[in-house]
Each structure stands twice: as structure tokens, then as C-alpha cells.
């Protein structure tokens, strides 16, 4: 369950401020698939990072699993992502020429999961990735836009997370290789019940999501929940 | 975050770009095994230089010309520059003062030595008979010079045994030796004895010498009736600061003078000189430590260099590290850890290359080298402390990248 209740956001440089974010609220159930739709400069960056605990508001209040993650200090912050949450980005983001397995593997050393059982879950993950067991042991150098993408989905639900935030995933990748890559995101949410928040400008991508939330401006344009049915 | 899962991080991230770690880790061998040869060789001349000095006497006062009041003993060689003991001053010396149970009188000069095609630069020491007494020497075959050939100033000579081989050949021994007659300076003298080896190199060789009547070494070669050192050995240590003031004031009658400051001669006894050497030594020790020394610190700021690079590189695998929920105290940690590890095998690698090289020194002659489990236990906590100051400076700084800012660094 995610709740934001009028958040504001300033970036203040020097004695200019600017305010990316001015007033949102919205919520999100746990298990729907939400994408946040914007053109750049209307604050769904800046929302995905405070959805994604690695910034916090400047006023307004974030309750993510009923914890207020808003006031929270850098450490709570870094356990809340440690925990709660998963990242999927439009850069993919791998350690390079480590294999797939490995990588995925990486939240777990964090999260300081026993050796033996990092490597039967982040096979798990990878399965329900839609990696091919071969691609198991490739470096991530070696491996195509499409598997990487999916190798860095995995690593995102590895810690089963509350919440998985993808920020432009399909960016970086052509449309048919980004279409399989929405189809795994869609197949987590019905399948599995994964919550899933989808940040993207491109409408094509979004209306792969139950639910569209418009931002403009640092605003709220609409939410909407019936485009498919049109 | 685990120590072993950090400790597999590391050595992912080290072994990721090979040449630039060895590299790094080279600087880091380099300054500790240079560290550990100087102060071996200087512990290892320390060592030297003083079982020389010990093996020159006990119980010895030297007293020489001219007030040397610091470090008498490296001025020796510039002895006889000052004129003012003489024979008779010895000779009072060893009638009135109790204490003293042998003395010996040295003129000393360096002085062309030649047997047959064979010729040599070597120390004459013109002395007395009491003198293997006052220094601990020993006669290999034949005699020492005696009170004869002193007085009736024959021209005997004793040689040192490298003496003997720089003229008779490098298989010569002493029995080839006794008998022949040599050229000092170009006067014959007969060699009537060799002397045993005590050891010493360079300037402290006492074996490079030749030994004969002081009478003879006045008349035909410094040409006047002053000693370059009178030596004495005292009965007992205890006695030792007694006599060294006994003599003192004789000596300052016996040449007029009021005032102790204005002494014409210098009386030291072994331990002063012995504790003279050692400072100068240690000073020795300490200098080429330092000098190593920098080897290491420039070491260490390539390991500074090498981090700060890694850092930026890795900019986005930061924030990325962050976002999945590593705290900035797991980023500083691995980063530390890598740096430590680096100069830790490089200190390991270090400390077996100074060790061998050092024994090779020794192997082949070149020095008296001596390592010390102190300094190899030094070594290896400096080149960890090297780690952890180094790698602090970069290793925060990774940990205070913003996780936003770092993801979309490029």
C-alpha cells in the first residue's frame, strides 16, 4: 500500500528555488500496475525518487507499507530500498563482466542473505525474469538488450519487494524487444501480484498499465483507470 | 554487508583491471622492501662497526693530539695533524699512574708497500711491544716487534693478513710471508710475524696494516718525536673514569696548562667512542630509512591516485550499489578494503623481496646487513596504515556520491 498526501518538492540552489513537485497525492494498492506519465520536466523523475526512498520530500508525507518513509535519514532510507523496494533503469545498470547470476545476486549480499541461499533465489528470479537458463553464467557484456533488461528485473524482485519502480525500462531498447520486456513486467503484475509503478513519457508504453497517473508541471493532470476499455 | 562477501567484492573489483593493481601494488612492494634493505644495512653497519671497535681492546683509553671534543674517533684518521703527545708523556703516563696496566705508543702514516712486483697503499703502524696486549691481537707465526727492536730501531715489520695477501699473492700464507723483506716507502724491512685476522672493512680494516718499532716510524718517516695515540689499557673497568681523569691532569701538567678547557690532547675511554659510533650509525639508520621512506609515501598516493580513479569510474556501479540498499558505511568499508588489501600484498610481497635482497647483499659482501623483526613487523603495519589513510580520503568519497546524481553519471 503506497500513500502520498501532498507532497512538495524545492530544489533550492543558492537562493533560487524550484519547486518540481507541488502537491501530489495519490494512492497506489498493493498488486495494481500503475504507470506515471509525464513530459520530462513535469516531476515524474523526481517522484520516482522519492517513491523510491532515495530522496525525500520537502513537505508532505510518503507511507509506504504504512511506515512514513518522509522523514526518514540516509541509512532508514537505504533499508527501505534494501527491503521494500526494486529498481528497474532505463541505463539497465549491471556490474560489468559479472555474470547474470551474480548480478542479480547483489541485493542479497546487502541484505546479508546466507551464500547457499542467494544463488537458488536469484535463479528463481531470473526463471521469473523470463531468462533462459543458458544465459545463467553469461557476463553481462555478453548478453543482449533485451536479456540484460530482464537480467536487471530480476535482480529487482530478487528481495521480493514491496514495490518495483521502473524507471523508462524500455528506453535504452528497441520497440519489439521493449514490447517483451512490458509483456515480463505485465505478467508479474497478473501472475504474481507484483506491485509495479511504470514511469515513462511514451504513451505506447503506459497504457501497458492498469492504471495511468499524468503528471504536468509538478501536478496531478489526471488518473485514469479506464483507458484500456476504449 | 558480510566481511567475506566485502572480501569477494575486493577481490572481483582487483582482479577486474590486472595491469593497473599490479602497478599499484609495485609502488607499495618497492617502498617496503626499500624500507627494510637501508635499515638492514644500516643495522647491519651499526652491528660491524661496533664488534670492531669492541674487538680493538678492553678496557682502553686512547688519548690523542689536538682537543677534539667531538666525535674524536672519526677525526682519528687526521691524527698526528696536531703535534703535542710525545714518548716522554707516555712514558710518565705509565710510571705514575697506578691503574694502568699496559701502554702504547702509535705513530701512524699510510705509506707505499712493495714486494717484488706486487705493491700496495696500506696503514703503517708504528707501536711497541705491549701493543697486542692494549688491542686484543694475536700473532699467527713468527714474533711481535720487541723492546729490542725498539731500541735499537730495527726495521722489523708485522703484517696484517690482507697485508699478506695483497704482496704474496691471494694464496700466500703467513709462513711464505715470514722472513722476506719488504719495501715500505721504499726502505727494506724484514717481516718477522703476521697477525691473526679480526675482521673489519673498509676504513675499520684492521687487517690492512703493518706493524713496526714506533722509533722507526719517527726516524725515517714522520722525521720528529711526536705520537699519533697513546693507547692504555687500564687493570679494571671499575677503575676506568679514575684513571681517565688521572691521566688527564698528568697530562696537563706535564704540558703546562691551566685550564682542562684548553687541553692540547683528548683522553676517551672505548664507551665513549662506542656510544659516539653507535649515534653516528643510528643517525645512518635513520637516514636511509627516510630516504626509503619516501619510496613508500609516493607508493601510497599512487594507491591514493589509483582509488580516486576506481571511484569515478565507478560512479554509477556506487549508486547503483546504493540503490539496492548499501549504506554509505558498506561503500566506505568496501572501498577501504580494497585499498588496504592492495598495499597489505604489496607490504606481504615487500617484506619477502627486502628480506632476500637484503640476504643477497650480505650473500655477495657487498654489506653487513642485518634484518630486524621490528622493522619487518613496522613494514607491514605501515603498509596497511598507508591503506587505510590513502584509501579514507577516496573510499568517503564514494560513500558521499548521491545515489540519484551517481546513476545518471556518464
Known amino acids: 500500500m503506497i500513500e502520498v498526501n501532498n507532497i512538495v518538492k524545492i530544489y533550492q540552489t543558492g537562493s533560487i528555488g524550484f519547486q518540481a513537485l507541488s502537491g501530489v497525492s495519490f494512492k497506489i494498492k498493493d498488486g495494481e500496475f500503475v504507470a506515471i506519465m509525464g513530459p520530462s520536466g513535469s516531476g515524474k523523475s523526481t517522484l520516482m525518487h522519492i517513491l523510491g526512498a532515495l530522496d525525500t520530500p520537502t513537505t508532505g508525507t510518503y507511507f509506504l507499507d504504512g511506515r512514513d518513509v518522509s522523514t526518514l535519514n540516509e541509512d532508514e532510507l537505504a533499508d527501505i530500498r534494501k527491503n521494500k523496494i526494486g529498481f528497474v533503469f532505463q541505463a539497465f545498470n549491471l556490474l560489468p563482466r559479472t555474470t547474470a547470476l551474480r548480478n542479480v545476486s547483489l541485493p542479497l549480499v546487502y541484505a546479508e542473505i546466507a551464500p547457499e541461499e542467494r544463488g537458488k533465489k536469484a535463479k528463481e528470479s531470473l526463471r521469473a525474469a523470463g531468462l533462459d537458463e543458458e544465459y545463467f553464467d553469461h557476463l553481462s557484456n555478453q548478453l543482449s538488450g533485451g536479456q540484460i533488461q530482464r537480467v536487471a528485473i530480476a535482480r529487482a524482485l530478487v528481495n521480493n519487494p514491496a514495490l518495483i519502480l521502473a524507471d523508462e525500462p524500455t528506453g535504452n531498447l528497441d520497440s519489439k524487444t521493449g514490447e517483451i520486456v512490458l509483456q515480463t513486467f505485465e505478467k508479474l503484475n497478473k501472475e504474481r501480484g507484483r506491485t509495479i509503478i511504470l514511469i515513462t513519457h511514451e504513451h505506447d508504453v503506459a497504457k501497458h498499465a492498469d492504471r495511468i497517473i499524468s503528471l504536468k508541471d509538478g501536478l496531478v493532470i489526471s488518473d485514469t483507470k479506464d483507458h484500456k476499455k476504449r | ?410
Not at chain 2, 313 to 334: M, P, S, V, Y
Not at chain 2, 344 to 349: D, K, L, P, Q, R
Open chain 2, 1 to 410: 554487508m558480510k566481511l567475506t562477501d566485502t572480501l569477494e567484492e575486493t577481490f572481483i573489483a582487483l582482479s577486474s583491471n590486472k595491469a593497473r593493481t599490479g602497478l599499484t601494488i609495485l609502488g607499495i612492494v618497492i617502498g617496503i622492501s626499500s624500507v627494510i634493505v637501508m635499515v638492514s644495512v644500516g643495522q647491519g653497519a651499526t652491528g660491524s662497526i661496533q664488534a670492531s671497535i669492541e674487538s680493538t681492546g678492553s678496557n682502553l683509553l686512547m688519548i690523542t693530539p689536538g682537543a677534539l671534543r667531538n666525535f674524536g674517533y672519526s677525526a682519528r684518521s687526521a691524527g698526528g695533524t696536531a703535534q703535542s703527545l710525545t714518548i716522554d708523556d707516555a712514558n710518565a703516563i705509565a710510571s705514575q699512574v697506578s691503574s694502568v696496566q699496559y701502554m702504547t705508543p702509535e705513530v701512524t702514516g699510510r705509506y707505499q708497500v712493495v714486494y717484488k712486483g706486487n705493491n700496495t697503499n696500506t696503514s703503517i703502524m708504528g707501536t711497541s711491544d705491549t701493543y697486542p696486549e692494549v688491542r686484543n691481537l694475536s700473532i699467527d707465526q713468527g714474533v711481535f716487534i720487541t723492546s729490542q727492536d725498539i731500541n735499537n730501531v730495527s726495521k722489523a715489520a708485522v703484517l696484517g693478513p690482507t697485508v699478506v695477501t695483497d704482496l704474496f699473492g691471494t694464496d700466500a700464507t703467513a709462513s711464505d710471508a715470514i722472513g722476506q723483506t719488504i719495501k715500505i716507502n721504499k726502505m727494506e724491512f724484514k717481516v718477522v710475524g703476521v697477525a691473526k685476522a679480526k675482521g673489519g672493512t673498509g676504513f675499520m680494516n684492521q687487517d690492512d696494516r703493518i706493524y713496526i718499532p714506533y722509533t722507526v716510524s719517527q726516524r725515517y718517516f714522520s722525521g720528529n718525536k711526536y705520537l699519533s695515540e697513546i693507547d692504555l689499557q687500564i687493570s679494571s673497568p671499575n677503575l676506568m673514569t679514575s684513571a681517565q681523569n688521572d691521566v688527564t691532569s698528568l697530562l696537563l701538567s706535564l704540558h703546562n696548562i691551566a685550564d682542562p678547557t684548553l687541553a692540547d690532547f683528548t683522553v676517551q675511554n672505548q664507551a665513549d667512542i662506542l656510544s659516539s659510533i653507535s649515534s653516528i650509525s643510528q643517525t645512518l639508520t635513520i637516514l636511509l630509512g627516510a630516504i626509503a621512506g619516501i619510496s613508500l609515501l609516493v607508493g601510497g598516493i599512487g594507491i591514493m591516485n589509483m582509488m580516486l580513479t576506481t571511484v569515478t569510474e565507478r560512479t554509477r556501479e556506487i549508486g547503483l550499489r546504493k540503490a539496492i540498499g548499501a549504506k554509505a558505511k558498506d561503500i566506505t568499508f568496501q572501498f577501504l578494503t580494497e585499498a588496504v588489501v592492495l598495499t597489505f600484498s604489496g607490504g606481504i610481497v615487500g617484506v619477502f623481496l627486502g628480506c632476500i635482497i637484503s640476504w643477497g647483499v650480505k650473500y655477495f659482501n657487498l654489506y653487513q646487513t642485518k634484518v630486524s623483526f621490528l622493522s619487518v613487523l613496522l613494514a607491514v603495519a605501515v603498509s596497511a596504515a598507508i591503506g587505510i589513510i590513502f584509501g579514507y580520503y577516496p573510499a568517503k568519497r564514494a560513500a558521499k556520491l548521491n545515489p540519484i546524481e551517481a546513476l545518471r553519471y556518464e
